[in-house]
């Protein structure tokens, strides 16, 4: 087709990361995309399937954390975005270690702190 294409995952939606000079091309090819990111939260983003914008969106926090227990329950959801946008790839195997990574970090964390983290990285997304 011509258009230079960073990146396909097929999830719930086909996603395609292009190059801008790109876009204008695929569109006309592909029609209008059924929504973009914009400026979502990362429980929004999750929920969509849109996994590596989710992931972007908690990379940032991740990188300004200060507390070492939530830095490492960020890291967790940062790794299981990543498992998922692997699936979504057909990349299965490095899905699943991925995901093993990710629970692992989990079961470290103080069992009784997990709800607390949920709600307050709701809060600040």
């Known amino acids: 087709m011509g258009a230079r294409i960073v990146d396909i995952r097929v999830c719930k939606y086909t996603e395609i ?3 801008e000079d790109s876009l204008v091309l695929i569109i006309e090819r592909l029609g209008e995309p059924l929504s973009t990111s914009g400026n979502k939260s990362f429980k929004e983003l999750f929920f969509e399937t849109k ?7 908690l990379e940032g926090k991740w990188r300004v954390e200060k507390d070492p227990i939530k830095k490492k329950y960020l890291q967790a959801l940062i790794l ?9 790839k057909g990349e299965v195997e490095i899905s ?5 990574n990710a629970l692992s970090l989990i079961s470290e964390l103080p069992q009784q702190l ?5 709600v307050s990285l ?3 997304s």
Do not use: I, R
């Not at 996994?51 to 969106?57: C, G, L, S």
């Open 122 to 124: 709701s809060l600040d």
């Open 96 to 100: 699943d270690k991925l995901l093993e």
């Open 51 to 57: 996994f590596w914008e989710a992931h972007e969106v």
């Open 80 to 88: 299981l975005c990543a498992s998922l946008v692997k699936y979504c």
């Open 17 to 19: 990361d292009t190059y």
């Open 114 to 118: 997990l709800p607390l983290l949920n």
